[in-house]
Structures are given as structure tokens and as C-alpha cells.
């Protein structure tokens, strides 16, 4: 079940001509259903919003916050998961055209399955991972946005299941660390918190947005965006990793190193606090 344009249907689309499926012209947001409440909404909307802008997409008149938050709860409510979900809506341009498009207009489609847990959660479970040097971010803008093509991330995650990762780490143009392959890095070294900026070709993250704003409310921590190198990983305290699905996952060992993960339980028992706050 789907809801395309509005209209809750089965999943019959066609895609011979659907843009995002030719060529990547498409744009997405994955968020977080709990208790019948989308989470960080507004990050979200604006985000999606400020994508469309910088790939010329027409943003339609009726596309409001209200209206974008309405049809992803009328799909979760139809299929009984408002409780806990995730929903992914594409974005893409309309059929027609080669790479010059013959319309900037849009269409959208909602996709939504269930969670286990509302709220988030530590796994605890062995979590190690490596870099990926096949291929390397470009440090853009359009590297900071969650568009359709994710042939890096794609490629990365076969990397991974066959060196038996549990992720692994991307880096940009000059060989530094940018993001994992589902979602963006921190690194803990004595009292600082450390995030690559996304001028670096990090995505524009929710929950990285989350975890700035919280950690620097922790005190005795200094929060920082500035290069991290892959020599700096060794030397880390800790390093966790960041999207709105998972919350926070910590990384437990990298090469030959452990980590500690005193900071990614702290962090993950306030942004608990503060959704059941809001």
C-alpha cells in the first residue's frame, strides 16, 4: 500500500518513464512515525523544501508543512502502524524528457512500514566497521542532499556484507572521513564531540542537527564541526553513528580499536526526553 499524489492505492507504478528511476531525479525523506507523531517534522519538511529548490524542482502551492505531515499519517493510519513507523517519501520530476527534463512539476510517492520500538534505543551488540575507498564523496552540494542516486552508499553496503562490517565509513575528495554508509559520524576525543561539517560532503543530517544541539547542552563537552582524518579514528574515545530510524548506533571497533559508549547512552536517554517532552 502506497499513497501517490495523495491517493491511498496498492502498489501498481509503472516506472518505463518515471524520472527518478531513469536517471536519479529524485529526491527523499525517511522519517520516524511514534504515537501517531512525526518526528522532528519540521526539520524534515524544510529540508525536503530546500532540496527541491537547489535541483529545480516546482515546489506546489499546496505542498505545506500541514499538507506534507497529513498525507504520510493518512497512510500510517490506513495500514495500522501509527504507533511506531518509518515512511519514505520520494520526490521526482515528471515523465518526459532525456536529461533536460520537458517539466519541473512533481509528483510524489509515500512508502510506509512498521517499527518495532517508538522510542530509541542502544544496541549493544558487537558493531565494527572499516573505510570504503572504492569510491569517494565529492564535497558538494548536491552530496549534502538525499537524492535517488546512492550507487556510493549501494556499493559501500556490498563491501561491507562481504568483509562481514556492520557499516562502513565514506570519504570525500580528500581522503577525509565524511559519513557512514546510513548515516553521519561523531567521534568523542577527551571532552569534545566532533562531526565533519557538511561543507565536507556529509549529509545535511536530522538527527546529526539533534546531536548538535543536545551534546551542547551536556557539560563539560566542547561540540565542534572540523575535519576528521582517518588517522584521528584510532586516537578516538568513542565514535557513534547518527540517523533518525536508528537514533544513535555506537561503533564498538574500528580496525584493531575498541570504543566506549558512555556518551551515545547519555545522548540517546535525552533525545528520549525530549521527544516525550514535545
Do not use: W
Not at 524544510?46 to 500541514?66: D, G, K, Q, W, Y
Not at 580528500?174 to 553521519?184: I, P
Request: net charge negative; with cysteine; charged share 20%.
Amino acid at each position: 500500500m502506497i499513497n501517490f499524489n495523495g491517493n491511498i492505492a496498492q502498489e501498481e507504478i509503472i516506472l518505463t518513464q518515471n524520472r527518478a528511476f531513469l536517471y536519479g531525479d529524485g529526491i527523499f525523506e525517511t522519517v520516524k512515525i511514534s504515537n501517531g507523531k512525526i518526528l522532528f517534522l519540521e526539520d524534515h519538511y524544510f529540508r525536503l523544501m530546500a532540496s527541491m529548490r537547489v535541483v529545480r524542482m516546482m515546489i506546489p502551492m499546496n505542498f505545506t508543512m500541514e499538507y506534507f505531515e497529513e498525507q504520510i499519517l493518512n497512510l500510517v493510519k490506513e495500514q495500522g502502524i501509527e504507533s511506531s513507523a518509518r515512511a519514505r517519501i520520494t520526490v521526482f520530476r515528471n515523465d518526459g524528457g532525456l536529461y533536460l527534463p520537458q517539466t519541473n512539476d512533481i509528483s510524489f510517492l509515500i512508502k510506509a512500514t512498521p517499527l518495532e520500538n517508538t522510542s530509541y534505543s542502544i544496541n549493544l551488540s558487537e558493531y565494527e566497521v572499516d573505510l570504503y575507498k572504492d569510491f569517494y564523496v565529492t564535497k558538494q552540494l548536491l552530496s549534502s542532499l538525499k537524492t535517488t542516486n546512492k550507487m556510493i552508499h549501494i556499493t559501500g553496503s556490498i563491501y561491507a556484507h562481504e568483509n562481514d562490517l556492520a557499516n562502513c565509513i565514506l570519504l570525500n575528495d580528500s581522503k577525509n572521513v565524511v559519513e557512514a554508509l546510513q548515516g553521519n559520524i561523531f567521534m568523542v576525543m577527551g571532552k569534545k564531540l566532533i562531526t565533519p561539517p557538511v561543507s565536507e560532503g556529509a549529509l545535511n543530517g536530522i538527527m546529526r542537527k539533534q546531536i548538535l544541539a543536545m551534546a551542547k547542552k551536556v557539560e563539560g563537552i566542547e561540540v565542534v564541526e572540523e575535519i576528521i582524518s582517518p588517522f584521528d579514528l584510532q586516537k578516538a574515545d568513542e565514535l557513534f553513528l547518527t540517523n533518525v530510524i536508528m537514533g544513535i548506533q555506537p561503533i564498538t571497533k574500528y580496525r584493531k580499536k575498541e570504543f566506549t559508549t558512555n556518551l551515545a547512552h547519555l545522548l540517546v536517554q535525552k533525545l528520549n526526553e525530549s521527544i516525550s517532552e514535545n
